[in-house]
């Protein structure tokens, strides 16, 4: 498992990028992490990367591809599906339609942005140590 591999964060805000890079900083992250704001950009890089990314995170509502045709373009690629990088969803979005088309896609987790600083570092926090003790297969 590459667990200090860099961490890819798909969103698009700001802001979002911002706070999240603040919780990463307040809970001392050490992975590096790489902002893309869009699917179309993350995708280029993991295509091109010989890096072992650790775990993706990525919002749903993007512009030109969505987080779920993103997530769709993975698990088609059979080089990237090989890779065995955890995908999560961490959106504003608690659509239940929505989050049945993600876990149909093998989506690794979904998660609610949460309405407080605190309770995002525990979200990301809890993310973290899920992914840094479970197995998965080395490509």
């Not at 964060?9 to 992490?33: C, G, M, P, T, Y």
């Not at 969505?66 to 088609?76: A, M, R, V």
Request: hydrophobic share 40%.
């Amino acid at each position: 498992m590459f667990k200090n591999g860099p961490i890819i964060i798909i969103e698009d805000d700001a802001d979002d990028q911002e706070l999240l890079k603040e919780v990463f900083r307040e809970l001392q992250v050490s992975n590096i992490l790489k902002f893309f704001d869009s699917c179309a950009h993350a995708l280029n890089y993991l295509v091109a990367t010989m890096e072992k990314p650790f775990l993706i995170i990525s919002d749903i509502n993007l512009p030109a591809m969505s987080g779920l045709e993103f997530c769709k373009k993975i698990t088609e690629s059979e080089s990237l599906k090989m890779k065995s990088i955890p995908f999560v969803f961490l959106s504003t979005t608690s659509d239940q339609g929505v989050i049945k088309q993600a876990y149909q896609m093998f989506v690794q987790g979904f998660f609610v942005k949460p309405g407080s600083i605190q309770e995002l570092k525990e979200t990301i926090r809890m993310i973290l140590d899920y992914w840094n003790l479970c197995r998965r297969p080395s490509s």
